[in-house]
């Protein structure tokens, strides 16, 4: 089997909601020493999309939905601790969770998984966090970064609180705040007041690693 092949049959067996088969493609791509973020964005990735399309489409409802979430989650376990390893010298602290009254968590688990990979330190509050929790969170261990989810425009609104809790206490500009979900925007990060928006993972921790690239430079002139 070849890399394209191999994806495919992820894509495929995802959404055919085969957990196991996910799993053992998976174990396969890394015998192949495919790099596990390709088998990701091209195989877990994409078979999640393509179900996103059917769940729009009404021919898959929540209980389809679900497994083929576990299967993804499962595929992501897999390669996870293959990921090539970065370390900082000055690593990150980020706060990431999925907003209250939301438990999409996929989109989140993956910023979570590229930001550890990259060397961040993570504190993931998991979903359905309430939203004082990323305050108090990120004020505790001194986070550089708060990173927020969401995939529903019910809940969107609390990103918006979270960075309006900031701002009452004076403490907005000590962290950078990331927004990201489906109905996220560009424009309503503005609206916001978040510093980073993007509609890709991989993107995020790009942009977050610029961040890091930053203090680093800041610190150094403040010591010299
Ligand atoms: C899977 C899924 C579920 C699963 C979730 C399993 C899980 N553990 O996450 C289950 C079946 C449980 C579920 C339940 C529900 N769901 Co649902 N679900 C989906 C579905 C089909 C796919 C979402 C997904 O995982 N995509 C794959 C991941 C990888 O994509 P992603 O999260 O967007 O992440 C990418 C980017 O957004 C980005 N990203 C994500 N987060 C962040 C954060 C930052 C900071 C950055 C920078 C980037 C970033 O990175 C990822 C790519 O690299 C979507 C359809 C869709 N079009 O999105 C509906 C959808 C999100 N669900 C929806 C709804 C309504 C529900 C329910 C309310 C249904 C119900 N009637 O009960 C419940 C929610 C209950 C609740 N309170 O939370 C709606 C939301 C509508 C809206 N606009 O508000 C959608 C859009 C479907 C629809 N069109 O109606 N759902």
Redesign the pocket.
């Known amino acids: 089997m070849n890399k394209q092949t191999l994806f495919e049959s992820i894509k495929e067996n995802l959404i055919e909601m085969d957990e196991d088969k996910v799993v053992e493609l998976c174990e396969q791509s890394l015998q192949m020493k495919v790099p596990p973020l390709e088998t990701i964005n091209e195989g877990l990735?994409k078979g999640?999309?393509e179900?996103?399309?059917l769940?729009?489409e009404e021919e898959?409802f929540?209980p389809e939905?679900?497994m083929?979430?576990d299967a993804?989650?499962s595929g992501l376990e897999v390669v996870q601790p293959h990921l090539d390893k970065n370390t900082m010298t000055q690593p990150l602290r980020v706060v990431?969770g999925v907003v209250e009254?939301?438990?999409?968590?996929?989109?989140?688990n993956?910023?979570r998984i590229l930001m550890e990979a990259s060397g961040m330190e993570v504190h993931d509050l998991g979903?359905?966090v309430p939203l004082e929790s990323f305050v108090t969170k990120a004020v505790e261990i001194k986070a550089d970064v708060i990173?927020?989810?969401?995939?529903?425009?019910?809940?969107m609104d609390g990103m918006k609180k979270v960075i309006a809790m900031l701002e009452e206490k004076n403490i907005r500009d000590q962290f950078k705040v990331?927004?990201?979900?489906?109905?996220?925007s560009q424009f309503y990060a503005d609206k916001i007041g978040a510093d980073?928006?993007?509609?890709?993972?991989?993107?995020?921790v790009r942009?977050a690693k610029q961040i890091a690239l930053e203090t680093l430079n800041r610190n150094k002139r403040e010591v010299n």
Do not use: Q
């Open positions: 990735i999640m999309d179900v996103s399309r769940y729009e898959y929540l939905i679900l083929c979430a993804m989650n990431i009254g939301d438990t999409h968590d996929i989109g989140k993956l910023v979903r359905d990173v927020m989810s969401t995939l529903m425009s019910t809940t990331f927004i990201g979900g489906g109905p996220i980073v928006y993007t509609n890709d993972a991989s993107e995020a942009m």
